[in-house]
T-cell receptor
Framework: QQQVKQSPQSLIVQKGGIPIINCAYENTAFDYFPWYQQFPGKGPALLIAIRPDVSEKKEGRFTISFNKSAKQFSLHIMDSQPGDSATYFCAAIAGGAQKLVFGQGTRLTINP | GAVVSQHPSWVICKSGTSVKIECRSLDFQATTMFWYRQFPKQSLMLMATSNEGSKATYEQGVEKDKFLINHASLTLSTLTVTSAHPEDSSFYIC???????????FGSGTRLTIV
């Protein structure tokens, strides 16, 4: 019940396309859902996050869609660029200062 | 925004030695810090949660005597890999809870190689 399932494992998109990464969870106590971007040899960096009382959140080219009833959320990257090539992790947490539960990660490649 | 500094960024040690990794919150106080291990092409695996002034809480399967965690101040947590062996080689990442809008901030990671 603590798991967050992420798909796909890898994704290749042409520049300008809209990659979509999906995550699903079971634990209804989760109340904060961040997405992290990780480049090789670096730690994850917070990209965008959403709380379950909101169905969509946009920050620049990144959008989270959240479906509370289905217990699913997804990341969309608009006008994708080669510089967006990285590994993306969804995560979930139940309450502050608690441990993050990470998805398995998606290796995204944006071809020029 | 919140910044977490992790040092060193990479280290190579001989088998049998101990190595210490530092994690500092630079512009905020972190009562809770987390240590992760990441294998190539895999997700982050939580090793332990450290709270300032108290003993760390280790995840199941993580050897507390091998991975010593100290969180002596509100801005510093250390992970010491004792009597390291080649199988301990990995990418270690810390994170800190800033208690505010930024939530969790991660360090840049430490690539540990035991030869």
């Amino acid at each position: 019940q603590q798991q967050v399932k992420q798909s796909p494992q890898s994704l290749i998109v042409q520049k300008g396309g809209i990659p979509i990464i999906n995550c699903a969870y079971e634990n209804t106590a989760f109340d904060y859902f961040p997405w992290y971007q990780q480049f090789p040899g670096k730690g994850p960096a917070l990209l965008i996050a959403i709380r379950p009382d909101v169905s969509e959140k946009k920050e620049g080219r990144f959008t989270i869609s959240f479906n509370k009833s289905a217990k699913q959320f997804s990341l969309h990257i608009m006008d994708s660029q080669p510089g967006d090539s990285a590994t993306y992790f969804c995560a979930a947490i139940a309450g502050g200062a608690q441990k993050l539960v990470f998805g398995q990660g998606t290796r995204l490649t944006i071809n020029p | 925004g919140a910044v977490v500094s992790q040092h060193p960024s990479w280290v190579i040690c001989k088998s049998g030695t101990s190595v210490k990794i530092e994690c500092r919150s630079l512009d905020f106080q972190a009562t809770t810090m987390f240590w992760y291990r990441q294998f190539p092409k895999q997700s982050l695996m939580l090793m332990a949660t450290s709270n300032e002034g108290s003993k760390a809480t280790y995840e199941q399967g993580v050897e507390k005597d091998k991975f010593l965690i100290n969180h002596a101040s509100l801005t510093l947590s250390t992970l010491t890999v004792t009597s390291a062996h080649p199988e301990d080689s990995s990418f270690y990442i810390c994170s800190a809870w800033d208690g505010g809008a930024y939530g969790y901030t991660f360090g840049s990671g430490t690539r540990l190689t035991i030869v």
